[in-house]
């Protein structure tokens, strides 16, 4: 059983395109995030939800949104792509108070 | 703007040895300290979690902190060329966690 999944986990799409990818949890954590990790492997936060509740929504391009239609799912849906979108985006949930969290597998986007 | 910063390295060490790697941190107001390992084209995986000063220890693992200082360590002891990987240091303010740019860390057989 995956704890953290996403789909796709690879994504290749060109300049200008629409993309969503899909994050689900059965940890029955209350909180989820989207985390972005760059070339560099520097992973920045982007947003994070708790039980459906928007918390956390750092300095991203409004062409990012995220919706979380239950405390399992945060999906991120991306209009307009442009090529400095490429990277891996991480999904992640935590339970309350100073736990760690888990990561799901990532999603490699690439704009073409 | 809340910090973490480490050493990008690559540290590079030769097997069963030690290794340390090392993270500051700007928040003072931080609750928790936690330590990643990151395999090329994978996920980040938790290792290690540290709450109080003073030394944590888990198998071949442990993480130090000091507050005063902002200051968190990892040490490995017995160092496998499988513990080769990047390593990120994170912190803990309410609900965010704020990453380290990771350590890479090499052991050589």
């Known amino acids: 059983d995956t704890a953290v999944s996403q789909t796709p986990k690879y994504l290749v799409t060109q300049m200008g395109n629409d993309k969503s990818i899909k994050c689900e949890q059965n940890?029955?954590?209350?909180?989820m995030y989207w985390y972005k990790q760059d070339s560099k492997k520097f992973l920045k936060i982007m947003f994070s939800y708790n039980n459906k509740e928007l918390i956390i929504n750092e300095t991203v391009p409004n062409r990012f949104s995220p919706k979380s239609p239950d405390k399992a799912h945060l999906n991120l849906h991306i209009n307009s792509l442009e090529l400095g979108d490429s990277a891996v985006y991480f999904c992640a949930s935590s339970p309350p108070a100073n736990y760690g969290y888990t990561f799901g597998s990532g999603t490699r986007l690439t704009v073409v | 703007q809340k910090e973490v910063e480490q050493n990008s390295g690559p540290l590079s060490v030769p097997e069963g040895a030690i290794a340390s790697l090392n993270c500051t941190y700007s928040?003072?107001?931080?609750?928790?300290f936690f330590w990643y390992r990151q395999y090329s084209g994978k996920s980040p995986e938790l290792i290690m979690f540290?709450?109080?000063?003073g030394d944590k220890e888990d198998g071949r693992f442990t993480a130090q902190l000091n507050k005063a200082s902002q200051y968190v360590s990892l040490l490995i002891r017995d160092s496998q060329p499988s513990d080769s990987a990047t390593y990120l240091c994170a912190v803990r303010s309410g609900n965010m966690l704020t990453f380290g740019g990771g350590t890479r860390l090499m052991v050589k057989p």
């Open positions: 540290i709450y109080s000063n």
């Open positions: 928040d003072r107001g931080s609750q928790s």
């Open positions: 940890l029955g954590h209350d909180t």
